[in-house]
């Protein structure tokens, strides 16, 4: 139950990686793209007045959205790593649960073989 609620947690955030990873390649493209036409056509340098904010040009505009990316995917990667880890508890929990049933299930069959009954269940 815990696994099959830990594999949809580590779907989701597969998911969202990939869709971070292509918002990712896109704003790299955008970024790239801003340099290029900044290379073709340099802005005309004008002494800004001080009372005027200064517009972002679109590459700075790029670089934020890259930088946000990145935080995004660093965090999904963080939470990706725990439910990792999740999953491999619960795996290696599940194979010591199987490994005593099997040791269990011999212990019952050497008891009918010498003709005892059988072990309860253990809860």
Not at 13 to 24: G, M, P, R
Not at 25 to 41: F, I, P, Q, Y
Not at 83 to 99: I, L, M, N, P
Request: glycine fraction near 0%; charged fraction near 40%; charge should be positive.
């Amino acid at each position: 139950m815990h696994l099959i609620k830990l594999l949809r947690i580590l779907k989701a955030v597969a998911d969202e990686l990939n869709k971070l990873t292509d918002e990712y390649n896109k704003t790299l493209e955008e970024v790239k793209a801003a340099k290029e036409e900044e290379a073709k056509n340099p802005p005309k340098k004008e002494e800004p007045t001080p009372e005027a904010p200064k517009e972002k040009t679109e590459a700075e505009k790029a670089a934020e959205a890259k930088a946000e990316a990145d935080a995004k995917v660093a965090e999904l990667e963080k939470k990706l790593l725990e439910a990792t880890t999740k999953v491999d508890e619960a795996t290696t929990k599940a194979d010591k649960r199987s490994c005593w049933c099997k040791q269990l299930l011999k212990l019952q069959k050497k008891l009918q073989l010498i003709k005892l009954k059988p072990m309860q269940k253990l809860n």
